[in-house]
């Protein structure tokens, strides 16, 4: 996920200062086959705002990158990108230092400086991060947010991210063909989910696209991501309106209907209780989310069950 631009693709930079970077990638494939081999010069946070890409690290081994996720490029190491679907993605991407990385996870500080080894390549994102990568860009699209307040935000969400990335005792490790087998499992599934997050989705149709047993799925699913499959579902159809809500005037009840939700209710009563507002709530609140009181009052709003 470097800066430089290349076919298909539009970057923008949105902030720039000595220790951060924030920009903008906006990817348009033509063909949905890897791409060629990059090597980030930094390391690099990247967060989906809408779309889909995977990152291949070698022959079979790969990861989904969709809005529900933190994605980790640790500086020096090579890998490429595909776009499942030709869909594409809009992307906030973080590029910092080994030293910003360190303050924001000081325990992962080894005798030679910063060790991305004690970090998943990726992870999952709660609700309140969500939302406040999705305020972050709005703010710096508008331009209605001055440096000291983008570094604060960033930072904690950096904080936040790293966090749900971190793995107790990850480094020198060696994956079993059994555990590899059963990531490669789980990252088809959430590929297929990804590219279709409103189909109407059955345990049957995911096992076949994992090619295992529908209760050997479910098993899987739930020990590798810490949520079932219809919470998986469910998160991803939310990302896909959350977007929807902020950066368009759309009809509600059209953005159910597309994002996968039986109806207007249907997706209000989810998006309250994942976010902790309904849409209405938000769009109203969206002129004002240069308010840093405002900003965390919602971020850290409760938490509640999706299911």
Known sequence: MN?????GSARRTLFDSESLQIGHIAVRPVSSACGEIEVAGHNVLALTLAGVFARHDGPRQHVIATPNHALFIAAGKPYRLSFPGCIGDRCLVLRFSGEAL???LPDALARDGFDASVLASHAPLEPRTMLARTLLWRSLERGEIDGLEVEERAVCLLAAALHAAREPGRGRRSLRSAVARRRRQV??????????????????DLAGIACVSPGHLAHVFR?????????YVLRSRLACALHAVLDSDTDLTA??????FASHSHLTARFRGFFGRTPTE????????????DLRRIVTARETATA
């Open 223 to 231: 020990a590798e991501q810490g949520c079932s499959l219809y919470q």
């Open 282 to 293: 938000l769009r109203r609140g969206r002129g004002a989310v240069n308010d840093v009181r």
């Open 187 to 204: 990252e088809a599934v959430k590929e297929a989910i990804a590219v279709e997050p409103e189909r109407r989705w059955t345990l049957d």
């Open 255 to 260: 953005i159910a209907l597309d994002a996968g």
């Open 102 to 104: 360190a303050l924001a």
């Open 3 to 7: 800066f430089e631009v290349r076919p």
